[in-house]
């Protein structure tokens, strides 16, 4: 264990625990942002194959940085499996590996939805959207249940392993959530959800009491397969939130910077460079853990900005 827990819920689990295992709704959260922004796109002709290709570029750009910046990391610090050899290299720069870190799953399933866009947003448009929903919930069973599976039966041929892979973080919760997205926009769910709120006074602490009693069901539960489902009502409850300027202002700076951080933080804690681990776990509080976290990879991520956008500006993307 990474840190000093401050506080136990028992002589075996901290409270720290469940707080990370509540935040493994990132990914399924990137989805539904993802498939909300999509359908908006669409409704305003946004989805056209030039903009979805500039938008994969633009997305590139931000990843083959990283890749870049961590590479020359590696061999700084003499890693053997960062760069690695010449093909471990490139299979990371064309997402054909995730070897440099197991999170990097997520850019080739955010490129897919970019170029399948237009078509998802036409299927949800026309489709109804129930029956979309229902079939997306049984699916997500499908195909989780199907991974407890088949992994079994394919694990000595690596072709299999690496399509299946590929085909499980497409499907599944990932979906869901991508069309979930879409439906939310489709719906207006959060105008609607905001005009009832605005009759309430307190409306950010009913929201956030809402958000923890959830929360507190899931952990007595204790099934990470329902936590998929947690996304959405923190997604529109987020979505609601009365915020002042400074709030407001704080939130779209931390989203200017999002895919970077995302991008780079599992190599401040995840001991891919031992020695910037080493700087990193020496405050050892998990929260003043988490908030140097986020403040090291902010830092990272400016001069990376910076570099593509200007990359983006000269390529007249």
């Not at 299927?123 to 989780?144: H, S, T, W």
């Not at 709030?247 to 895919?259: D, H």
């Amino acid at each position: 264990m990474i840190g000093t827990p401050l506080i136990w819920l028992n002589e075996e689990t901290p409270l720290i625990y469940y707080l990370g295992w509540l935040c493994a709704i990132c990914a399924p959260t990137y989805c539904l942002c993802s498939g909300y922004a999509h359908f908006r796109q669409g409704q305003k002709n946004g989805l056209t194959f030039k903009k979805r290709i500039k938008r994969c570029l633009k997305f590139l750009i931000c990843y083959w940085l990283v890749v870049l910046l961590v590479s020359i990391i590696g061999i700084v610090f003499s890693s053997d499996a960062i760069p690695g050899s010449l093909w471990n290299c490139l299979a990371n720069v064309f997402l054909l590996s995730w070897s440099y870190t197991g999170i990097w799953w997520y850019a080739f399933v955010y490129l897919i939805y970019v170029l399948l866009s237009r078509k998802i947003f036409g299927a949800v448009e026309k489709r109804n959207g129930r029956v979309v929903l229902v079939l997306l919930i049984a699916q997500f069973f499908i195909v989780e249940a199907a991974n407890k599976i088949i992994p079994q039966y394919i694990s000595s041929h690596w072709l299999l392993v690496w399509i299946w892979e590929r085909i499980y973080y497409l499907l599944g919760a990932r979906l869901l959530c991508y069309m979930g997205g879409m439906y939310i926009a489709q719906k207006n769910i959060i105008s609607a959800v905001k005009r009832r709120l605005d009759r309430i006074k307190h409306s950010n602490l009913m929201i956030l009491g809402i958000l923890l009693m959830l929360a507190l069901v899931l952990v007595v539960l204790d099934k990470g397969i329902l936590i998929v489902f947690y996304t959405f009502p923190v997604f529109v409850g987020f979505n609601c939130l009365k915020m002042n300027d400074k709030f407001s202002r704080i939130f779209l700076l931390l989203g200017k910077y999002s895919t970077y951080v995302w991008l780079i933080h599992p190599f401040i804690y995840r001991n891919a460079f031992p020695q910037i681990t080493q700087i990193w776990i020496k405050l050892r509080f998990p929260v003043v853990l988490l908030g140097e976290l986020l403040i090291m990879s902010m830092l990272v991520s400016w001069p990376l900005n910076k570099m593509s956008s200007e990359v983006i500006k000269k390529l007249k993307i």
